[in-house]
């Protein structure tokens, strides 16, 4: 298995792009869903691609990047033994992973909201969530990417 590292770490990366694209993007279509009438066209429209973008890409992102990310420790348990699961950097790493798939699970439960009609966020609240898979996306390549305190 380990002469196929390198196309599961590929793979797994591309997931991560496509899981963090819809982080990164659900929050934007709140801050237009705010401006919205309920039961209106706009309203319809972005409630459609809220849930698009969810069951499309989010999830199926969300699942292969943790299916492959399990399959790379498993490959390197292979050849390092399982203690590098508590090195400083790879602690980061799930805690950083632990906040993103919370927030995919508050996205998922704001979305039902607004399909329900009943959000209570401000525009203002959803312009600042935009930015936190990004803040969590950058503590954990920086900590997978230079080991430190290694």
Known sequence: MTEHYNLVRGLHILAVI???A???YLPRLFVYHTRAIS???LDTTLQEMELKLSRIIMVPAMTVALIL???LIW???QTR???FLLKPWMLVKFTGLIALFGFHGFLSASRKR???GQNTRSERFWRMTNEI????AIAIVLSVTTKFLD
């Open 18 to 20: 496509a899981w963090m």
């Open 81 to 83: 033994g399982w203690g």
């Open 133 to 136: 898979p990004f803040v969590a």
């Open 114 to 116: 607004f399909a329900a």
């Open 39 to 41: 039961g209106g066209e």
């Open 22 to 24: 819809g982080l990164l």
């Open 69 to 71: 990310g399990l399959t």
């Open 75 to 77: 490959i390197d348990s």
